[in-house]
């Protein structure tokens, strides 16, 4: 929490900084908050389109199970780096494990 504090303190000075947006994402997402994330990974994709930060968006949807959500974002960053291994092991074990309702 007191990360998300000083990463907040930095945008104030300059609102502008995706990283600064998707650390905060990070922290949310180990704190389980999930929504939280959602939101400020949002807020640092439309600054700036990085796999990273696709990814775990794509993340935080999967843990909500909102799986066609997670699905195109995993894919949205495997698209942008598709050396990135994780990506198509998450996209795998989504459509296996969902197979049904895809």
Same mark, same amino acid.
């Given at each position: 929490?007191? &990360?998300?504090? *000083? ?5 104030? /000075?300059? @609102?502008? #900084?995706?990283?600064?947006?998707? =650390?905060?994402? %990070? !922290? ?6 999930? @929504?939280?994330?959602?939101? %400020? $990974?949002?807020?640092?994709? *439309? ?9 775990? $968006? &794509?993340? !935080?949807? *999967? /843990?909500? =199970?909102? %799986?066609?959500? &997670? #699905?195109?974002?995993?894919?949205? &960053?495997?698209?942008? @780096?598709?050396? @990135?291994?994780? !990506?198509?092991? *998450? ?10 309702? $895809?």
């Amino acid at each position: 929490k007191s &990360a998300i504090y *000083a990463y907040k303190k930095a945008i104030e /000075m300059n @609102d502008n #900084l995706p990283c600064c947006y998707y =650390n905060i994402g %990070v !922290c949310h997402i180990k704190l389980k908050e999930y @929504d939280a994330g959602i939101i %400020v $990974l949002k807020k640092a994709i *439309a600054i700036q389109e990085e796999s990273k930060y696709f990814f775990n $968006l &794509a993340y !935080c949807y *999967a /843990m909500k =199970n909102e %799986v066609k959500k &997670a #699905l195109i974002n995993f894919n949205i &960053a495997w698209s942008l @780096d598709n050396n @990135d291994e994780e !990506c198509e092991k *998450a996209i795998n074990l989504i459509s296996k494990k969902n197979k049904k309702s $895809l």
